[in-house]
T-cell receptor, first 113, second 111 residues
Framework: NAGVTQTPKFQVLKTGQSMTLQCAQDMNHNSMYWYRQDPGMGLRLIYYSASEGTTDKGEVPNGYNVSRLNKREFSLRLESAAPSQTSVYFC????????????FGPGTRLTVL | EDQVTQSPEALRLQEGESSSLNCSYTVSGLRGLFWYRQDPGKGPEFLFTLYSAGEEKEKERLKATLTKKESFLHITAPKPEDSATYLCAVQPPSNTGKLIFGQGTTLQVKP
């Protein structure tokens, strides 16, 4: 039982390049989330998917797109990377519902030059 | 505006020196308050969920408590392996599933 896995672990991009961050969970969870973590800013929600087939914007969605490929997988795409998107990205999942616990992956450290 | 504030930002303790971390929140109709531990270079690891004022939960040297405006994470006789950043998050009623995080308290326990 791997929990939440993310690929890649590290990535360096040039401004304007695109890339997709992958996330998968094996806990049969309904809901999945993408956060970014920056020094002094805490964890901020980018997008979330309450259930398979649905996605919604979080606090900081600009510059990102997401795809809920199936119940297990939730990807985050940067179409044209900018230096302001340099951050650590975390994926999380939860059973879903009004009050439940989110479990986090190990993170992807992204640097945009 | 829903907000979570953690204090102190950083805390240095000697091994065995007990202390408390604070998480204050301004959310009406709290659905849940969560504590996570985060080690450098890793993702947050779930510790506790608290749902109502007066509730307490314990795990080894950690005990979390909740009032209507704040939560405390009490650390009793800490060990160096308790060194980490502790994150608090709240789930407001208007955003099902979404969490609002505080900035964290970085704890260092010296032997």
């Amino acid at each position: 039982n791997a929990g939440v896995t993310q690929t890649p672990k590290f990535q360096v991009l040039k401004t304007g390049q695109s890339m997709t961050l992958q996330c998968a969970q094996d806990m049969n969870h309904n809901s999945m989330y993408w956060y970014r973590q920056d020094p002094g800013m805490g964890l901020r929600l980018i997008y979330y998917s309450a259930s398979e087939g649905t996605t919604d914007k979080g606090e900081v969605p600009n510059g990102y797109n997401v795809s809920r490929l199936n119940k297990r997988e939730f990807s985050l795409r940067l179409e044209s990377a900018a230096p302001s998107q340099t951050s650590v990205y975390f994926c999380a999942s939860s059973e879903g519902g009004n009050t439940d616990t989110q479990y986090f992956g190990p993170g992807t450290r992204l640097t945009v030059l | 505006e829903d907000q979570v504030t953690q204090s102190p930002e950083a805390l240095r303790l000697q091994e065995g020196e007990s202390s408390s971390l604070n998480c204050s929140y301004t959310v009406s109709g709290l659905r849940g308050l969560f504590w996570y531990r985060q080690d450098p270079g890793k993702g947050p690891e779930f510790l506790f969920t608290l749902y109502s004022a007066g509730e307490e939960k314990e795990k080894e040297r950690l005990k979390a408590t909740l009032t209507k405006k704040e939560s405390f994470l009490h650390i009793t006789a800490p060990k160096p392996e308790d060194s980490a950043t502790y994150l608090c998050a709240v789930q407001p009623p208007s955003n099902t599933g979404k969490l609002i995080f505080g900035q964290g308290t970085t704890l260092q326990v010296k032997p």
